[in-house]
DNA sequence: TCTGGGGTCCTAGGACCC
DNA sequence: TCTGGGGTCCTAGGACCC
């Protein structure tokens, strides 16, 4: 194939509400209501997350992340001032990954090189269009089609490397479509809070703060040997990243994944060896159905984590002198690890556990 | 407001080998 | 008797992403 010009364009596109769009889709009485999906708010003592909300829904407020005991208490407060009450549903992965991949191979027919980064999300290496106007016609034909064969919107981001793409893509959700040139990428970063950037997060961007720094332009002031000494590894991304700079391919292979885990938070807090046993024998069962599935023969490395009642997290892992692919020899390696968190020398204070995860690494 | 579940990557110290 | 580095593996924890 023979582009127009050398010119690299990336894409980036984002199913908008994604989990609560599919819901909507498949629930046509749903249409326009505040959905949100999550854990099971068990009427406002509920201990788990908001997945994804509708858009309906983020008019009360109610965001990704947020406890759902607070959603609910926003709901109520809504509902009381009389506003539609909230529907409240448990996520259904095996429908959301069914309807990722229709809208997925619809993109591909158009696309040829797609790296799928997670259920919702895809970045499109667009060079091949030879320039923006065509990329742009490119984005709007993709989200015709998945709207019109999918039922489902999506944001598209459009620019010179995959970080502009992705930032590009949420700036104007739902349903949105935006072009960042390659002259104005700077330019578009310079005005963003510096939490915009991926890869920085809440400390990271205090500890930027901390220097004074708040928005992209701010933080350009650091010096490339200061942020390599303050971020390590990272600090060099980063001083591009400020200065609309990224290398990263476009990377279409699925790759194997290096780890699996399930983690279980507890109803309530509990010290019932019996209990957790339990869990975690699910846990060992579940984690090899997958491994079996992706087609592994081997792990080596057994990782327990617990947080406790107080919310410290802490773990123990244990590597296998050869490598193993039993379940039997898991829930032999998870019994020997959660019995040395209840020993009193690693939990002194005997505090309850909140919550136990298992996860599997190394695998062949 | 009281904090899910599935992951990846990086760091740092210690052990061990040559 | 004292003192090297380099490389690799293991372990634990932290930050981040969706």
Redesign the pocket.
């Known amino acids: 194939m023979r582009y127009a010009s050398s010119v690299r364009i990336i894409g980036h596109i984002d199913l908008d509400a994604f989990f609560a769009s599919v819901e909507e889709r498949e629930k046509p009485y749903l249409k326009g209501a505040p959905i949100i999906v999550g854990?099971d708010p068990q009427g406002g003592r509920g201990?788990?997350?908001v997945?994804t909300a509708s858009y309906a829904a983020r008019r009360y407020g109610v965001r990704?992340?947020m406890?759902i005991?607070?959603a609910w208490?926003l709901c109520e407060s809504a509902r009381c001032a009389g506003y539609p009450a909230c529907v409240f549903v448990t996520p259904g992965m095996h429908s959301y990954s069914k309807a990722s991949q229709e809208v997925f191979a619809l993109v591909r027919k158009h696309v040829r090189v797609l790296e799928q980064?997670?259920?919702?999300?895809a970045y499109l290496d667009l060079s091949f269009t030879g320039s923006y106007t065509q990329a742009r016609r490119l984005a709007e034909v993709l989200r015709k089609d998945i709207r019109d064969t999918c039922g489902l919107t999506a944001s598209i981001g459009i620019g010179p490397n995959k970080l502009i793409a992705?930032i590009a893509a949420g700036t104007q959700k739902p349903n949105g479509l935006t072009i960042v040139t390659t002259r104005a990428a700077e330019r578009f970063l310079d005005p963003l809070p510096l939490q915009e950037?991926?890869?920085?997060?809440?400390?990271?961007?205090a500890r930027l703060k901390q220097k004074g720094f708040k928005t992209v332009h701010d933080a350009k002031a650091l010096a490339w040997q200061d942020a390599r000494r303050m971020f390590?590894?990272?600090g060099f991304s980063l001083y591009e990243r400020l200065r609309a700079i990224d290398d990263r391919a476009v990377v279409a292979e699925h790759e194997a994944?290096?780890?699996?885990?399930?983690?279980?938070?507890f109803e309530t807090d509990t010290r019932n060896l019996q209990d957790i046993q339990e869990v975690l024998m699910d846990q060992a069962r579940?984690i090899m159905r997958?491994f079996a599935r992706e087609g592994f023969t081997s792990f080596?490395?057994v990782v327990l984590t617990v947080r406790f009642s107080d919310?410290t997290?802490?773990?123990?892992?244990?590597?296998l002198s050869e490598p193993r692919g039993t379940l039997r020899e898991l829930e032999l390696k998870a019994i020997k690890l959660i019995l040395s968190f209840l020993e009193s020398r690693e939990n002194p204070r005997n505090k309850a556990l909140?919550?136990v995860?298992l996860?599997i690494e190394?695998l062949e």
């Open positions: 854990s201990r788990g997350v997945s990704s992340a406890p005991s607070k208490k980064v997670s259920v919702d999300e992705k950037i991926p890869g920085i997060g809440p400390k990271t961007a390590g590894k990272w994944p290096l780890s699996i885990g399930r983690h279980h938070t579940r997958t080596k490395t919310f997290t802490v773990s123990r892992s244990l590597t909140r919550l995860g996860r190394k």
